[in-house]
């Protein structure tokens, strides 16, 4: 099934801010909200974001999430070094019928 | 608080069939939609498959469909994945998930390897 768009790797540095992408098509990103969720290494993932830009209870507000047509942003702003992991995109796909992914991206803190 | 467990990963060949559950706890099991994920080893997330909360639907993968089942028992707050015909590509960390509007709650995995 036909996946989300995401760069595979951005870089900032510290107190920097960081903004990750995430296209996909009219029947998901543009049409049903997108969830970010974060990896770190050797965990499961952790949901930062829920349609488009609702943050669940004790997710920083450093954290901040939009869509503008077919592409979604997650925006990470005073960069900390745990910020450092994988970032997904999601959403449910209404003529596939299934939940896509974003490819990913490695967010690196330097 | 809300907790869950997945078990019976394992190392098994091509061809056989395995069934993996996801314990619930700390949330009222049966009035949630409950979901299976995958990531293979470096690679991405993945969804699987997706049972609503009183099990009647159910809703998977293309690259699952005919071969792996969802199912729940929501008086063992319980949630199962019968995989068959698993192929080497099956290979992957399993998770289960609870959905609120997306995948708010995980488990830590459990990891399938079909090899021979």
């Known amino acids: 099934q036909a996946g989300l768009t995401q760069p595979p790797s951005v870089s900032k540095g510290l107190r920097q801010t960081a903004t990750l992408t995430c296209t996909g098509n009219?029947?998901?990103?543009?049409?049903?909200?997108v969830a970010w969720l974060q990896q770190h290494q050797g965990h499961p993932p952790k949901l930062l974001s829920y349609?488009?830009?609702n943050r669940p209870s004790g997710i920083s507000e450093r954290l901040s999430a939009s869509r503008s047509g077919n592409t979604a942003s997650l925006t990470i702003s005073g960069l900390q070094p745990d910020d450092e992991a994988d970032y997904y995109c999601?959403?449910?796909?209404?003529?596939?019928?299934?939940?896509?992914f974003g490819g990913g991206t490695k967010l690196t803190v330097l | 608080q809300v907790q869950l467990v997945e078990s019976g990963g394992g190392v098994v060949q091509p061809g056989e069939s395995l069934r993996l559950s996801c314990a619930a706890s700390?949330?009222?099991?049966?009035?949630?939609?409950m979901h299976w994920l995958r990531q293979a080893p470096g690679k991405g997330l993945e969804w699987v498959a997706v049972?609503?909360?009183?099990?009647?639907?159910?809703i998977y993968a293309d690259s699952v469909k005919g071969r792996f089942i969802i199912s729940r028992d929501n008086s063992k707050n319980t949630l199962h994945l019968q995989m068959n015909s698993l192929r080497a590509e099956d290979t992957a960390v399993y998770y289960c998930?609870?959905?609120?509007?997306?995948?708010?709650?995980w488990g830590q995995g459990t990891l399938v390897t079909v090899s021979s």
């Open positions: 998930a609870r959905e609120v509007d997306a995948f708010d709650h």
């Open positions: 700390g949330f009222t099991f049966s009035i949630y939609t």
């Open positions: 049972v609503s909360f009183g099990g009647s639907v159910e």
């Open positions: 009219s029947n998901n990103v543009g049409d049903q909200g």
């Open positions: 349609r488009n830009n």
């Open positions: 999601s959403a449910w796909d209404s003529s596939l019928s299934a939940w896509v």
